[in-house]
């Protein structure tokens, strides 16, 4: 069983930046892609980012040269850096353990973490 736990949200400006962490359980950490959600006020869960086990990422165009996403199989800990926040940027945001596709596309598990706040005030 694999367990996610998201942390490093919180209130800033916008124009700030915030580091998120996904720490995971487990050994297999480092045989999946794990992808970056946020779902914001009244609105559905989007994609945000995602990197698969070989480092290939993908990013939404709304965060594109703003986000970055790492991981460190290591520490079993993978790493979304936000830069330049926008309020629009305001979510919670969640960690999921999935499969990279093909084209870029990513499939997604019932693996979650709890998520993490973050607050962007203009």
């Known amino acids: 069983q694999v367990q996610l736990v998201e942390s490093g949200g919180g209130l800033v400006q916008a124009g700030e930046s915030l580091r998120l962490s996904c720490a995971a359980s487990?050994?297999?950490?480092?045989?999946?892609?794990i992808g970056w959600y946020r779902q914001g006020p009244g609105k559905q869960r989007e994609l945000v980012a995602t990197i698969s086990r070989r480092y290939n990422t993908n990013y939404a165009d709304s965060v594109k040269g703003r986000f970055t996403i790492s991981r460190d199989n290591a520490k079993n800990t993978v790493y979304l850096q936000m830069n330049s926040l926008k309020p629009e940027d305001t979510a919670v945001y969640y960690c999921?353990?999935?499969?990279?596709?093909?084209?870029?596309?990513?499939?997604?598990?019932?693996?979650w973490g709890q998520g993490t706040q973050v607050t962007v005030s203009s």
């Open positions: 487990g050994s297999t950490f480092s045989m999946y892609a």
């Open positions: 999921n353990l999935g499969l990279a596709l093909s084209g870029g596309g990513y499939s997604a598990s019932d693996y």
